[in-house]
């Protein structure tokens, strides 16, 4: 079992910024990629950012250039750091990280979710 814990969320304004953290830990052989994910209130959840694990990133286009997500393999953590937020960006962000085990399953997992709420 493999467990995804996020932190960094918050209250901000209009124009500030926040870095959200998510640590893997548990039975985990390998990640493949992980990514961010957000869900704003009556909305699907959608992708923010993605990076796998050669560091090779993407973005839906709302979040180029505001949004920069890395990851340290080492420790098993990806971060997204968000910069000019506006009160659209308000949501529960969540990780997502593909993760093989060491009897070579592989399977996606969830963190449990961070809310972020920007005021104007």
């Known amino acids: 079992q493999v467990q995804l814990v996020e932190s960094g969320g918050g209250l901000v304004q209009a124009g500030g910024s926040l870095t959200l953290s998510c640590t893997a830990a548990?039975?985990?052989?390998?990640?493949?990629?992980m990514a961010w994910y957000r869900q704003a209130p009556g909305k699907r959840r959608a992708l923010v950012a993605g990076i796998t694990g050669d560091g090779s990133a993407n973005y839906t286009d709302a979040e180029k250039g505001r949004f920069t997500i890395s990851r340290d393999n080492d420790k098993n953590t990806v971060n997204l750091q968000m910069n000019s937020l506006n009160p659209e960006d308000t949501a529960v962000y969540y990780c997502n990280a593909h993760v093989m085990n060491y009897i070579g399953m592989s399977r996606k997992y969830w963190g449990q979710g961070t809310q972020v709420t920007v005021s104007s």
């Open positions: 548990g039975s985990i052989f390998d990640i493949y990629s």
